[in-house]
């Protein structure tokens, strides 16, 4: 892969908790082309949102580094934004100023141009649009579904142009048809802002669908297992889900999450203590 835009070598994280030394993530490796949309899947506790935060400049790392565009991440950017799981919205401003709050935090801070706060408010406006917002733009975010307050969450991370979107299960809480709906927003988005995306989630089949590739994460050691390129063309539509490859990339990668869990049936269990009973 030439030029990277994320590149991640030898990414360490340990906790120290109860006394104990948890390894988060040891000797993680991987590039980030720019416009690639990247899914974490994996078994609880593998390190998914741990590598995330890092990437966010959120968290330290114990050793390795993590590079955007050639450069050393010290500390949260502009060129990166982060979208939760929980909204995380200001229950007292509408859509609109959600929207536009980080903007204007930076206009009180700069000394702006008249031209700037405009091409602020048109930035606004056009994601207002993009996000299929204006027939709520006046609203508070208590007046609004978990859909529509995640897609506000989006445009508020895409207002500075980030160019790196990490996204932590953004879409967990939401049930299973606005998932689809924002699976195919999150895709037009990404592929017309140029938005390379590294995506946190517990759905093969969202990861899948979503990504350029996969990256299966194992836990105790926190790594990566395997990196799973997904057999699809850029643009996505749901009936792909039905189709051979697809079904066969999720078994594959299902399997791989459970190969890696440590986890096992109960008949896994009885086989290795010798108990399988009679048939
Ligand atoms: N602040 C912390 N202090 C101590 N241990 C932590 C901390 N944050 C994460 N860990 C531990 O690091 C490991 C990786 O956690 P992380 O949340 O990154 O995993 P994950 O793959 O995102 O899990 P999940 O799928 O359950 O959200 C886990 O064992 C977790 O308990």
Same mark, same amino acid.
């Given at each position: 892969?030439?030029?990277?835009?994320?590149?991640? !070598?030898?990414?360490?994280?340990?906790? #120290?908790?109860?006394?104990?030394? =948890? %390894?988060?993530?040891?000797?993680?490796?991987?590039?980030?082309?720019?416009?690639?949309?990247?899914?974490?899947?994996?078994?609880?506790?593998?390190?998914?949102?741990?590598?995330?935060?890092?990437?966010?400049?959120?968290?330290? &790392?114990?050793?390795?580094? %993590?590079?955007?565009? $050639?450069?050393?991440?010290?500390?949260?950017?502009?060129?990166?934004?982060?979208?939760?799981?929980?909204?995380?919205?200001?229950?007292?401003?509408?859509?609109?100023?959600?929207?536009?709050?980080?903007?204007?935090?930076?206009?009180?801070?700069?000394?702006?141009?008249?031209?700037?706060?405009?091409?602020?408010? $048109?930035?606004?406006?056009?994601?207002?649009?993009?996000?299929?917002?204006?027939?709520?733009?006046?609203?508070?975010?208590?007046?609004?579904? $978990?859909?529509?307050?995640? !897609?506000? /969450?989006?445009? @508020? /991370?895409?207002? /500075?142009?980030?160019?790196?979107?990490?996204?932590? *299960?953004?879409?967990?809480?939401?049930?299973?048809?606005?998932?689809?709906?924002?699976?195919?927003?999150?895709?037009? %988005?990404?592929?017309?802002?140029?938005?390379?995306?590294?995506?946190?989630?517990?759905?093969? *089949? *969202?990861?899948?669908?979503?990504?350029? @590739?996969?990256?299966?994460? #194992?836990? !105790?050691?926190?790594?990566? &297992?395997?990196?799973?390129?997904?057999?699809?063309?850029?643009? @996505?539509?749901?009936?792909?889900?039905?189709?051979?490859?697809? =079904?066969?990339?999720?078994?594959?990668?299902?399997?791989?999450? !459970?190969?890696?869990?440590?986890?096992?049936?109960?008949? *896994?269990?009885?086989?290795?203590?010798?108990?399988?009973?009679?048939?």
């Amino acid at each position: 892969m030439t030029n990277p835009i994320i590149q991640i !070598r030898q990414l360490q994280k340990r906790f #120290a908790a109860n006394g104990t030394d =948890i %390894v988060a993530l040891q000797d993680v490796d991987l590039d980030i082309a720019p416009g690639e949309f990247v899914t974490l899947v994996g078994a609880s506790g593998c390190g998914k949102s741990t590598l995330l935060r890092i990437v966010g400049g959120l968290e330290p &790392a114990s050793g390795g580094s %993590v590079d955007v565009d $050639g450069q050393p991440i010290a500390g949260p950017g502009i060129d990166r934004a982060m979208v939760f799981q929980h909204y995380s919205l200001y229950p007292w401003l509408s859509v609109t100023d959600n929207i536009k709050f980080c903007r204007q935090l930076k206009v009180h801070r700069d000394v702006s141009t008249l031209s700037d706060v405009e091409s602020a408010e $048109g930035r606004a406006d056009a994601l207002i649009r993009l996000m299929g917002l204006s027939h709520v733009a006046n609203a508070y975010p208590n007046q609004l579904s $978990g859909g529509m307050q995640q !897609r506000v /969450a989006i445009a @508020r /991370a895409l207002m /500075a142009r980030p160019r790196i979107l990490l996204m932590d *299960e953004p879409f967990g809480a939401l049930d299973a048809q606005t998932r689809e709906v924002m699976h195919d927003l999150i895709l037009h %988005v990404s592929i017309l802002e140029k938005t390379t995306v590294l995506f946190v989630t517990h759905d093969v *089949e *969202e990861a899948i669908y979503l990504a350029h @590739r996969v990256v299966l994460m #194992a836990p !105790r050691p926190g790594r990566i &297992a395997a990196v799973h390129t997904v057999p699809l063309p850029d643009h @996505r539509d749901q009936d792909m889900k039905q189709t051979p490859d697809f =079904i066969a990339k999720k078994k594959q990668i299902l399997a791989g999450i !459970r190969n890696t869990s440590g986890m096992q049936t109960d008949y *896994e269990l009885l086989e290795r203590l010798g108990q399988v009973p009679a048939p």
